[in-house]
Nanobody
Framework: VQLQAYGGGVAQAGGSLRLSCTASGGTLSYYYMGWIRQAPGKEREFVAGISWPGTRKNYATSVKGRFTISRDNVRHTVDLEMNNLKPEDTAIYFC??????????????WGQGTQVTVSS
């Protein structure tokens, strides 16, 4: 599956951004989906994941209560709503997918990253 991520940008601390991920020319059906981020000089970090068809969700401790992952199985999109953003959320965010297991930093399929910058 080919993934495309949208919605990055610049926000002030305390603000919100929404990221979206779509399948280019395909479907997200039966895929575990998730978001991974990488800050400058740091390793990739799991952010949030969602099962097929969306009954289970999990979050990194650092974003729990602030970020919400969701999926629309008709439009084949996965969104990440990010609220109460902090400067430490600044990173490139990647949409990722896997089959048979939850998304992790070793996911099988990756989209291009989208930059999120949070200013203090």
């Amino acid at each position: 599956v080919q993934l495309q991520a949208y919605g990055g940008g610049v926000a002030q601390a305390g603000g919100s951004l929404r990221l979206s991920c779509t399948a280019s020319g395909g479907t997200l059906s039966y895929y575990y989906m998730g978001w991974i981020r990488q800050a400058p000089g740091k390793e990739r970090e799991f952010v949030a994941g969602i099962s097929w068809p969306g009954t289970r969700k999990n979050y990194a401790t650092s974003v729990k209560g602030r970020f919400t992952i969701s999926r629309d199985n008709v439009r084949h999109t996965v969104d990440l709503e990010m609220n109460n953003l902090k400067p430490e959320d600044t990173a490139i965010y990647f949409c990722a997918a896997d089959r048979g297991s939850p998304v992790s930093t070793r996911a099988a399929f990756w989209g291009q990253g989208t930059q999120v910058t949070v200013s203090s």
